[in-house]
């Protein structure tokens, strides 16, 4: 199975909110090890992993042991989203009579191995791959373990068995976030360093600090570290890991428990806990603000785009935004699809190509072979015809389908068949052509409009806010219905472009912090805003929380 | 200092006489064991004396070659050696025999129980030092790698791991069954402080213990012997004698050597 | 009665070899202890098919799981104290619980040698008394203690056959044959090797060689003693002891070790439920072993009265008492 970028974004999200529905309607479970191991699922199962739901016995299937069994409900959520069964089936979590066991059961077609007691699942994941070497198969072995995990010494036994027997048909991907039952995984039993009275962050930033990467190599094995929540990432490390041979590989995936719930994020309290059914709503809206910060490199040095791809990549942006321009759709132009060749191989992180020209279905296959992850065309030079073969060359090719609206364009009537499975959808709002332009004020409305309408018309894409968007508007972008956010000389054109993007993610934050809050409200008045609040435990988010309830007069 | 070549003839005397017990890793031990109860008071065993946790148990006729030697145990409690009723138990009993600080045998134990008396020593400020002994084929019981990540939790300084790293185990080599190697690196990256030294010069180990006892990074250390399972006798320097029984011939003329 | 004598491990290693060339599907596994077990002969004859994991058994166990649900028959062996001993989750979580349909645990075979006492001058440390208790209470575990070699090449065989997680128990020393080599053997069923109707002793393992001795004995003295061999302790055989009960009158259950929770408990729970008999249970008195060398190893059994003299002092008290 391969899906492109956006769809392994949607069904993890989608994955994610079945976690909350099966543990709040279970009233216990274990969200926090299943949100930080969210989108490494997601790249095994959309991407890597060779199945059948309507077969699971098939013979020539991939096999995925969930050795750190108690998130169970983050392999379930998958199952369902992948077809294994109805997504209903969640409700019936952790209930007697039901396959779907407080932790993963063999009595559920589908799941390979009964997890639970930590500690087990290397060895085991070891022994069917050997089984496999031994039938000739090339059956891949897919092993997700915890950090906690990794206390156990039968872990260590597996390792050195592993390096022994020259295991490479199988990856273990270590869900890294930190935390263990009773505490920071640093305070209980250090992998990394122990800890001296800092903060945990601290050990975060420092690289030099991590051990664990050292333990493996020690122990045979070849190392490859990630960032966990980044699917690009983790998916290129399951590539790279697949591709050594003769040795077994691990991916250590640094992550954050509770991974896209403020209030679970990095918060031991959340390894084991259901969420109250009440605040399920909220935190399905929280999931739903997902947000990507797209720098558009056009913005910057026009002769050292290397340079700005760099720049780019040390400020973690989630994409890079690609403006092509021909000088015939748009007055300008910019570079085509060979400079994008080139850049490509500079980072993982997705590409995010808007093709401003004329006749893009005569180019469209130009742009899929220099690896764009997202192509997003003009409606304006495009009809049902051609954008619907534009549309199915990038979806058969893994590729995000994206469509653009300048300012003064509504979506054209022949979009909507479209819409379902639509990816993207670019707003406009400044006239393309060139950076450094500003906001065009009416398209916070536009903009609103358009989400209600594409909503209607079953869209579970995203809308990119393309031109003029600053730290001073991109709140009200977010709040508009816009998920994407391109930024020209606003991000790319700053000295520090990682602390911009910083700062702008921080102002989405805030937005996004006062609708949830709002949301409760609505819901359930001053109590459930209370309830909410009261969540926030870590750090200095109380306080914040609390301040907007104030200025919102609740 | 206690004559290690000593230890190696009551050794053999009691595998000899009794047809059973391990030659291979007793001997390489001899070394380590001369100097350590010629340093420390091993015997004494008092609530925060310093202690001996032999995790290798099945090398225990190495302790009752030193307790003998240093005359704690009675030529006839030597002749007792794995018989029935006997305090010179096949693996080492605290229980049956007073002056063993652990009851081992099962393989990959005796480190954590190591930590515990560490961590007993810590809470009464002594600053007497534990000793454990592994063997290297005990390293790959998980438990080993439990207690290697435990101890720099605690900043057990006052730990001693040596590593009796022959090369040789009940099966074969080591090298071939399950593989240490990079060995210092493995414990290195569990945050030890480790040295890798030979196990059968005497100066060395004493160095390295002198140097390293209550350091201070506060750290455990861990001393890789580099040694050879039956060192002493040359015939017996073979993976084969791990728990071999010598014959009349093989036994006068080992301690005949032992005696050069 | 033959005063042969064999050996269970290279009965188990030569069974080993003669299924592998009959069955590819099965694999091999051991924890350092191969040349021991006689399992390495197998290695030498299959390399491809052998694990030698080295001293680590939890990951042992939970290996050769995965082998086992990938289709293979896995025979995982070291020493009891290793398996059931160190293991018990490994093989609780890992080889008996998962369950898919009608197959129920892993087809692993956990075959062990020094069981009990008879293992000897390694001493109280490797000598597993334990075992039976434990893994008798596992669901889905099976579990046989052959009594000569003869029963374990035999059950060897049967077990490859028989899907599903299996625990057999081989003593380390060389035991006194009881089976020609025409004997059969059937999971869930007992033999009778001696009628009679006065008492019934029932033994397993290396003691049933006593139980024969002591019903010769008694024989003698005008007492008919029932010898049942039970190597099959679960499944156990129902009704081979219900009727024992109702026909002798009393039992007397030997086995090499505790008597609690083991063998002896097992007839107990079977026979106070469907024919109340006196029982008395010979076995380890709830205490570790010790050091005992092979010429001494009778010392250490009469320490805790398992002897075929303590036996037929049983089968005297218990009839005196009828």
């Known amino acids: ?554 | 200092m206690i004559n290690p070549n000593n230890l190696r003839k009551h050794v053999l005397r009691m595998v000899f006489e009794k047809k059973s017990g391990h030659i291979g890793g007793s001997f390489s031990l001899a070394e380590l064991i001369s100097y350590l109860y010629s340093n420390f008071d091993l015997v004494s065993n008092e609530k925060n004396s310093p202690k001996l946790i032999l995790s290798k148990g099945h090398s225990v006729p190495i302790l009752y070659a030193v307790l003998y030697e240093l005359k704690k145990i009675t030529d006839h409690e030597l002749s007792l050696f794995r018989e029935i009723n006997s305090p010179l138990q096949g693996h080492p009993d605290k229980h049956k025999l007073k002056f063993l600080h652990a009851t081992t045998g099962s393989l990959g134990q005796g480190l954590s129980i190591a930590i515990g008396h560490a961590l007993g020593q810590k809470i009464q400020n002594s600053k007497n030092p534990i000793f454990c002994i592994l063997g290297d084929g005990e390293m790959q019981e998980g438990q080993v790698w439990e207690g290697f990540m435990l101890a720099p939790k605690f900043k057990l300084n006052n730990l001693i791991t040596f590593i009796d790293y022959n090369g040789a185990q009940s099966d074969g080599l080591v090298s071939d069954l399950l593989d240490l190697e990079p060995l210092k690196q493995k414990i290195t990256s569990f945050n030890w402080n480790v040295l890798s030294i030979s196990g059968h010069n005497l100066e060395e180990i004493e160095n390295s213990v002198n140097a390293n006892i209550n350091n201070q990074y506060e750290k455990p250390t861990c001393i890789i012997l580099n040694t050879k399972k039956g060192h002493g006798v040359s015939f017996m320097e073979s993976p084969e004698w791990h728990a071999k029984v010598p014959n009349e011939e093989e036994y006068k003329k080992a301690i005949e050597e032992l005696s050069c | 009665m033959s005063t042969e004598f064999g050996d269970m491990r290279t009965a188990y290693g030569k069974a080993l070899i003669e299924l592998g060339e009959q069955n590819k599907n099965i694999v091999v596994l051991g924890a350092d202890t191969t040349d021991s077990l006689k399992t390495s002969g197998f290695g030498k004859q299959f390399p491809e098919r052998f694990f030698n994991v080295g001293i680590a058994e939890a990951n042992l166990v939970s290996v050769a799981a995965g082998l086992a649900y990938s289709g293979k028959i896995s025979f995982a062996s070291t020493y009891a104290i290793f398996l059931p001993g160190r293991c018990v989750d490994q093989i609780r979580n890992s080889i008996a619980y998962p369950s898919r349909g009608e197959k129920k645990g892993l087809n692993v075979k956990l075959v062990t040698s020094h069981g009990g006492l008879s293992v000897g001058a390694d001493g109280g440390s490797h000598q597993t008394i334990e075992d039976i208790a434990i893994m008798r209470v596992i669901p889905n575990m099976k579990v046989l203690i052959p009594a000569d070699a003869v029963a374990v090449s035999k059950l060897t065989k049967n077990i490859a056959q028989t899907y599903g997680p299996f625990y057999m128990r081989m003593a380390r020393s060389k035991v006194s044959t009881v089976y020609s080599n025409s004997q059969e053997f059937e999971i869930g069923k007992g033999i009778t090797l001696r009628d009679g109707n006065d008492c019934t002793i029932a033994a397993t393992g290396i003691t049933v060689k006593m139980a024969l001795d002591a019903a010769e004995k008694l024989q003698q003295g005008g007492i008919s003693c029932r010898v049942i061999d039970c190597f099959t302790i679960k499944p156990i055989d129902k009704d081979i002891l219900e009727k024992a009960a109702r026909e002798t009158g009393g039992i007397v259950t030997c086995e090499e070790h505790n008597i609690l929770g083991g063998f002896g408990s097992a007839v107990s729970e079977v026979v106070s439920e469907l024919y109340p008999v006196p029982i008395r249970r010979i076995g380890a008195q709830d205490m570790f072993g010790e050091s005992a060398r092979d010429s001494e190893i009778h010392q250490l059994f009469e320490k805790h009265g398992i002897t075929s003299i303590n036996i037929e002092k049983n089968v005297k008290d218990i009839r005196s008492k009828q």
């Not at chain 1, 199988?170 to 800092?198: A, H, V």
């Not at chain 1, 070849?222 to 990432?233: F, K, L, P, T, W």
């Not at chain 1, 500003?438 to 409009?449: A, D, L, Q, S, W």
């Not at chain 1, 393309?466 to 977010?478: A, S």
Request: with cysteine; glycine share 8%.
């Open chain 1, 1 to 554: 199975m391969g899906l492109n970028y956006y769809q392994i974004k949607k069904n993890v999200l989608q994955a994610r909110k079945l976690v909350i529905r099966g543990t709040s309607v279970a009233g216990s479970g274990h969200p926090g090890g299943s949100f930080s191991m969210a989108e490494i699922m997601g790249c095994i199962f959309y991407n890597h992993l060779k199945y059948d739901p309507k077969n699971p016995e098939w013979e020539d299937r991939d096999k995925l042991i969930l050795s750190k069994g108690h998130a169970s409900p983050g392999l379930f959520s998958n199952m369902a989203v992948a077809g294994y069964f109805e997504e209903s089936q969640l409700d019936t979590l952790r209930q007697f009579g039901s396959k779907l066991q407080g932790h993963p059961d063999l009595k559920c077609p589908g799941v390979e191995f009964c997890g639970g007691s930590l500690g087990i699942g290397l060895s085991y994941s070891i022994g069917n791959a050997l089984a496999a070497k031994l039938d000739g198969k090339d059956t891949h072995i897919f092993t997700v373990m915890g950090d906690g995990e990794s206390d156990e010494g039968q872990v260590w036994e597996a390792a050195m068995t592993a390096a022994k027997y020259n295991i490479d048909n199988l990856t273990l991907i270590l869900d890294r976030n930190f935390i263990q039952q009773d505490s920071y995984t640093e305070k209980i039993m250090p992998l990394d360093e122990t800890l001296e009275g800092d903060e945990l962050s601290e050990m975060w930033r420092d690289a030099s600090r991590w051990k664990t990467g050292d333990k493996w190599r020690s122990f045979g094995w070849n190392v490859i570290e990630v960032d966990g929540h980044r699917i690009e990432q983790i998916s290129n490390a399951i590539s790279r890991a697949k591709s050594v041979k003769g040795m077994p590989s691990i991916i250590i995936a640094r992550t954050i428990k509770g991974k896209a719930v403020e209030h679970m994020e990095d918060n031991p309290q959340w390894h084991g806990k259901a969420p109250n059914p009440e605040l399920v709503p909220i935190i399905n809206q929280e999931l739903d603000s997902q947000f990507m910060i797209a720098p558009s490199i056009i913005a910057g040095d026009m002769t050292n785009l290397e340079n700005e791809v760099k720049h780019c990549d040390d400020g973690r942006a989630d994409y890079i935004h690609l403006d092509v321009m021909d000088g015939q759709f748009v007055p300008n132009s910019t570079f085509d699809y060979t400079k994008i060749k080139e850049l490509r191989s500079l980072t993982l992180i997705p590409f995010d190509t808007h093709l401003m020209i004329n006749e893009p279905v005569k180019q469209i296959q130009n742009y899929i072979d220099a690896g764009s992850d997202i192509v997003t065309v003009h409606t304006e030079v495009c009809d049902e015809s051609s954008f619907g073969e534009i549309h199915d060359l990038l979806k058969s090719n893994k590729v995000s389908v994206g469509l653009a609206i300048n300012p003064d364009t509504p979506m054209p009537e022949w979009s909507k068949k479209f819409i379902p499975t639509l990816d993207q959808v670019i707003v406009m709002s400044v006239v393309p052509g060139k950076s450094g332009q500003k906001y065009i004020e009416n398209t916070h409305e536009k903009t609103k409009n358009l989400m209600s309408s594409l909503k209607e018309n079953n869209f579970t894409g995203y809308i990119e806010a393309d031109g003029g968007v600053t730290l001073d508007n991109i709140g009200q972008c977010f709040a508009d219905g816009a998920r994407a956010f391109v930024g020209g000389s606003a991000i790319i054109g700053q000295t520090d472009v990682r602390l911009v993007i910083r700062e702008f993610r921080n102002q989405v934050l805030r937005t996004r912090r006062k609708l949830l809050i709002q949301k409760a409200n609505e819901l359930g008045g001053t109590e459930l805003v209370n309830k909410w609040i009261d969540l926030h435990v870590l750090g200095k988010k109380k306080d914040e929380l609390t301040q907007i309830a104030t200025e919102l007069g609740y």
